[in-house]
């Protein structure tokens, strides 16, 4: 089965919309190979429409003025890019196609396909919480900006129940920003304060 990986820009207070007002001064070397590795080496690409519509808006464009970023454009351009959207949708970008029928059974039938790469998600933070929740995302990549930003979408929403994540790995780069990859915990530990007072200091 496919895995399915998704990579999102945070900042310390949660935030994660418009990053490109906050984060790019602590984009720096180790950030851009952890990123090609996460979304880059995809030859899938799952996106909502406003992600879609911002790459469409800028890689093409990257791409053919043939500068610094132009070799991560074209990886973007060539993969397949399947894209969430409840409206009919119209495609300049090469390999684009709209996902087709219910979400869940559509990313089902994906992760089911032959094929030994991953699925990459960047952004498209309404179709990574219903992937999340349903079990159907393998990896979270977070790269948690210290910075507080106070305004904007946050990644979880208000719920009535918790959701268990588990650390698969973490890295601090050279500007503060921390990479923590999670993947659902179905096995998440229990316990109450008389659980965690024995780990209290004795003196």
């Known amino acids: 089965m496919?895995?399915?990986?998704?990579?999102?820009?945070?900042?310390?207070?949660?935030?994660?919309?418009d990053p490109q007002d906050?984060?790019?001064?602590?984009?720096?070397?180790?950030?851009?190979?952890?990123v090609d590795a996460q979304l880059g080496s995809a030859d899938t690409l799952l996106l909502?429409?406003?992600?879609?519509?911002s790459f469409a808006g800028?890689?093409?464009d990257r791409e053919q003025a043939g500068g610094d970023d132009a070799g991560f454009a074209k990886k973007l351009g060539d993969a397949r890019k399947i894209v969430v959207s409840r409206q009919d949708l119209t495609f300049t970008w090469r390999n684009s196609e709209q996902l087709r029928g219910d979400l869940i059974e559509a990313?089902?039938?994906?992760?089911?396909?032959?094929s030994a790469s991953a699925i990459g998600m960047s952004g498209s933070v309404s179709v990574v919480r219903v992937l999340l929740e349903a079990g159907l995302l393998d990896e979270l990549h977070l790269f948690v900006h210290p910075i507080a930003v106070r305004k904007g979408t946050r990644l979880f929403e208000d719920a009535d129940t918790s959701l268990p994540l588990e650390l698969v790995s973490s890295a601090t780069f050279a500007t503060g920003v921390v990479h923590l990859v999670y993947r659902r915990?179905?096995?998440a530990?229990?316990?109450?304060?008389?659980?965690?007072?024995?780990?209290?200091?004795?003196d």
């Not at 990579?7 to 207070?13: A, H, N, P, Q, W």
């Not at 659980?195 to 004795?202: D, E, M, R, V, Y």
């Open 22 to 34: 906050w984060h790019f001064p602590y984009f720096n070397e180790e950030m851009g190979q952890a």
């Open 2 to 17: 496919r895995k399915i990986t998704a990579g999102l820009f945070i900042s310390l207070d949660g935030v994660i919309e």
């Open 48 to 53: 909502g429409r406003k992600t879609y519509d």
């Open 107 to 114: 990313v089902t039938a994906l992760k089911n396909e032959p």
């Open 58 to 60: 800028a890689w093409p």
């Open 185 to 187: 915990d179905d096995a």
């Open 189 to 202: 530990p229990t316990g109450d304060y008389d659980t965690a007072k024995a780990s209290l200091p004795a």
